[in-house]
Protein backbone atom coordinates (compact mmCIF):
# COMPACT_ATOMS: atom_id res chain seq x y z
CA UNK A 1 0.00 0.00 0.00
CA UNK A 2 1.26 3.76 -0.67
CA UNK A 3 0.64 6.21 1.95
CA UNK A 4 -3.24 8.24 1.79
CA UNK A 5 -1.54 11.33 0.50
CA UNK A 6 -1.77 12.61 -2.04
CA UNK A 7 -5.47 12.40 -2.32
CA UNK A 8 -8.36 13.82 -4.11
CA UNK A 9 -11.72 14.57 -2.54
CA UNK A 10 -14.61 15.42 -4.20
CA UNK A 11 -18.89 15.26 -4.46
CA UNK A 12 -21.01 13.20 -6.87
CA UNK A 13 -24.00 14.56 -7.33
CA UNK A 14 -25.37 10.81 -8.86
CA UNK A 15 -24.32 9.28 -6.08
CA UNK A 16 -25.91 11.04 -4.10
CA UNK A 17 -29.15 11.04 -5.77
CA UNK A 18 -28.66 7.03 -6.10
CA UNK A 19 -27.99 6.51 -2.25
CA UNK A 20 -24.19 5.64 -2.50
CA UNK A 21 -23.92 8.26 0.18
CA UNK A 22 -23.88 12.15 0.57
CA UNK A 23 -20.22 12.22 2.29
CA UNK A 24 -17.28 13.32 -0.44
CA UNK A 25 -15.86 10.79 -2.05
CA UNK A 26 -11.75 10.66 -1.27
CA UNK A 27 -9.66 8.89 -3.82
CA UNK A 28 -6.28 7.77 -2.83
CA UNK A 29 -3.50 6.72 -5.15
CA UNK A 30 -4.01 3.38 -3.77
CA UNK A 31 -7.25 3.27 -5.59
CA UNK A 32 -5.26 4.24 -8.51
CA UNK A 33 -3.31 1.02 -8.53
CA UNK A 34 -6.06 -1.17 -7.91
CA UNK A 35 -7.77 0.25 -10.97
CA UNK A 36 -4.07 0.07 -13.45
CA UNK A 37 -3.04 -3.11 -11.12
CA UNK A 38 0.43 -1.65 -10.53
CA UNK A 39 2.30 1.21 -9.61
CA UNK A 40 4.54 3.09 -12.15
CA UNK A 41 5.72 6.86 -13.32
CA UNK A 42 2.45 7.06 -15.51
CA UNK A 43 -0.11 6.30 -13.03
CA UNK A 44 1.47 8.20 -10.59
CA UNK A 45 1.20 11.41 -13.41
CA UNK A 46 -2.36 10.48 -14.13
CA UNK A 47 -3.54 10.54 -10.93
CA UNK A 48 -1.17 14.14 -9.94
CA UNK A 49 -2.74 15.25 -13.35
CA UNK A 50 -6.33 15.00 -12.36
CA UNK A 51 -5.56 16.72 -8.83
CA UNK A 52 -3.77 19.55 -10.02
CA UNK A 53 -6.27 20.33 -12.88
CA UNK A 54 -9.31 20.03 -10.31
CA UNK A 55 -7.37 21.83 -7.90
CA UNK A 56 -6.80 24.56 -10.28
CA UNK A 57 -10.39 24.53 -11.98
CA UNK A 58 -11.75 24.31 -8.02
CA UNK A 59 -10.14 26.91 -6.00
CA UNK A 60 -12.57 27.47 -3.61
CA UNK A 61 -15.27 24.66 -3.76
CA UNK A 62 -15.05 20.87 -3.36
CA UNK A 63 -15.16 19.61 -7.17
CA UNK A 64 -18.02 18.14 -8.49
CA UNK A 65 -17.27 14.56 -10.24
CA UNK A 66 -19.16 14.40 -13.55
CA UNK A 67 -18.85 18.17 -13.94
CA UNK A 68 -15.17 17.76 -16.18
CA UNK A 69 -14.55 17.73 -19.71
CA UNK A 70 -10.99 16.55 -20.36
CA UNK A 71 -9.63 15.83 -24.13
CA UNK A 72 -6.21 13.70 -24.05
CA UNK A 73 -3.35 14.14 -26.84
CA UNK A 74 -2.92 11.17 -29.71
CA UNK A 75 -5.22 7.97 -30.62
CA UNK A 76 -7.39 6.30 -27.69
CA UNK A 77 -4.72 3.24 -28.25
CA UNK A 78 -1.33 4.72 -28.75
CA UNK A 79 1.29 4.57 -25.91
CA UNK A 80 0.30 4.87 -21.81
CA UNK A 81 -3.18 6.92 -23.20
CA UNK A 82 -5.12 3.99 -21.88
CA UNK A 83 -3.84 3.94 -17.98
CA UNK A 84 -3.83 7.89 -18.38
CA UNK A 85 -7.30 7.69 -19.51
CA UNK A 86 -8.45 5.16 -16.81
CA UNK A 87 -7.59 7.07 -14.08
CA UNK A 88 -8.96 10.07 -15.05
CA UNK A 89 -12.14 8.47 -15.40
CA UNK A 90 -11.93 6.34 -12.38
CA UNK A 91 -11.44 10.31 -10.17
CA UNK A 92 -13.57 12.66 -12.58
CA UNK A 93 -16.39 10.18 -14.05
CA UNK A 94 -15.50 11.41 -17.42
CA UNK A 95 -15.46 8.49 -19.90
CA UNK A 96 -15.19 7.87 -23.41
CA UNK A 97 -18.14 6.69 -25.76
CA UNK A 98 -18.80 3.57 -23.55
CA UNK A 99 -19.35 6.21 -20.60
CA UNK A 100 -22.79 6.53 -18.51
CA UNK A 101 -25.86 8.08 -20.62
CA UNK A 102 -27.13 9.66 -17.88
CA UNK A 103 -30.69 9.57 -16.53
CA UNK A 104 -33.13 12.41 -17.49
CA UNK A 105 -30.67 14.40 -19.78
CA UNK A 106 -28.96 14.66 -16.28
CA UNK A 107 -25.60 13.42 -14.66
CA UNK A 108 -23.90 12.31 -18.31
CA UNK A 109 -20.58 11.12 -18.06
CA UNK A 110 -20.53 9.43 -21.70
CA UNK A 111 -18.18 11.48 -24.46
CA UNK A 112 -16.53 14.00 -21.41
CA UNK A 113 -13.43 12.28 -22.12
CA UNK A 114 -12.15 13.06 -25.67
CA UNK A 115 -9.04 12.30 -27.86
CA UNK A 116 -7.52 15.21 -30.00
CA UNK A 117 -6.07 12.20 -32.48
CA UNK A 118 -3.84 14.63 -34.19
CA UNK A 119 -2.07 15.88 -31.07
CA UNK A 120 1.17 15.00 -30.18
CA UNK A 121 1.72 18.02 -27.93
CA UNK A 122 1.76 16.05 -24.71
CA UNK A 123 -1.13 18.67 -23.92
CA UNK A 124 -4.09 17.24 -21.71
CA UNK A 125 -6.87 19.68 -21.81
CA UNK A 126 -9.22 19.69 -18.72
CA UNK A 127 -12.57 21.83 -18.95
CA UNK A 128 -15.35 22.83 -15.68
CA UNK A 129 -18.46 22.99 -17.40
CA UNK A 130 -20.17 24.47 -15.07
CA UNK A 131 -18.35 27.52 -16.07
CA UNK A 132 -16.47 26.92 -19.01
CA UNK A 133 -12.88 27.42 -17.31
CA UNK A 134 -10.33 25.17 -19.08
CA UNK A 135 -6.47 24.58 -18.06
CA UNK A 136 -4.25 22.40 -20.24
CA UNK A 137 -1.53 20.64 -18.15
CA UNK A 138 1.54 18.43 -19.27
CA UNK A 139 3.21 15.44 -17.22
CA UNK A 140 6.73 14.85 -17.23
CA UNK A 141 8.99 12.50 -14.84
CA UNK A 142 12.10 13.36 -15.73
CA UNK A 143 13.11 15.75 -13.07
CA UNK A 144 13.10 12.76 -10.66
CA UNK A 145 14.68 10.03 -12.46
CA UNK A 146 14.98 6.17 -11.49
CA UNK A 147 17.79 5.08 -9.82
CA UNK A 148 21.51 4.42 -11.47
CA UNK A 149 20.98 1.13 -11.30
CA UNK A 150 17.68 0.35 -13.14
CA UNK A 151 19.21 0.31 -16.46
CA UNK A 152 21.37 -2.64 -15.58
CA UNK A 153 18.53 -4.17 -13.64
CA UNK A 154 15.65 -3.95 -15.86
CA UNK A 155 16.81 -6.06 -19.32
CA UNK A 156 17.65 -9.20 -16.27
CA UNK A 157 14.17 -8.61 -14.81
CA UNK A 158 12.21 -8.65 -17.69
CA UNK A 159 14.53 -11.27 -19.31
CA UNK A 160 14.06 -13.39 -16.51
CA UNK A 161 17.64 -13.61 -15.47
CA UNK A 162 17.32 -11.79 -12.85
CA UNK A 163 18.16 -13.28 -9.16
CA UNK A 164 15.86 -12.72 -6.47
CA UNK A 165 17.97 -10.22 -4.75
CA UNK A 166 18.30 -8.22 -7.66
CA UNK A 167 14.22 -9.17 -8.50
CA UNK A 168 13.54 -7.28 -5.10
CA UNK A 169 15.88 -4.29 -5.58
CA UNK A 170 14.41 -3.61 -9.05
CA UNK A 171 11.29 -3.76 -6.79
CA UNK A 172 12.39 -1.46 -4.24
CA UNK A 173 13.94 1.20 -6.53
CA UNK A 174 10.79 1.12 -9.02
CA UNK A 175 8.49 1.63 -5.81
CA UNK A 176 10.71 4.67 -4.78
CA UNK A 177 10.48 6.54 -7.62
CA UNK A 178 6.71 6.21 -7.75
CA UNK A 179 6.78 7.24 -4.27
CA UNK A 180 9.23 10.36 -4.96
CA UNK A 181 7.29 11.70 -7.77
CA UNK A 182 3.92 11.29 -5.58
CA UNK A 183 5.67 13.26 -2.59
CA UNK A 184 6.66 15.72 -5.07
CA UNK A 185 2.82 16.51 -5.57
CA UNK A 186 3.20 17.75 -9.35
CA UNK A 187 5.86 20.45 -8.25
CA UNK A 188 8.69 19.31 -10.69
CA UNK A 189 6.51 17.15 -12.61
CA UNK A 190 3.14 19.12 -14.17
CA UNK A 191 3.61 21.97 -15.76
CA UNK A 192 0.73 24.50 -17.02
CA UNK A 193 0.12 25.89 -20.43
CA UNK A 194 -1.59 28.79 -21.84
CA UNK A 195 -5.15 27.15 -23.30
Not at 124 to 137: D, N, P, S, W, Y
Request: glycine share 10%.
Amino acid sequence: MFPDTPNITLRDPLAELLGAGDAPLVYTFNDAVKLAGHACPTVAGAFLLIKRALTLLYPDTLPQRGDLRITVPGRVDEGVTGPITQIFTLVSGAAAQNGFKGLAGQYNRMNLLQFDEKSTSGLFRFERMATGQKVTLSYSPAAIPPAASMGALMPLVLGQQATPAQRTEFGQLWRQRVEAILADDGERTIFSHSA
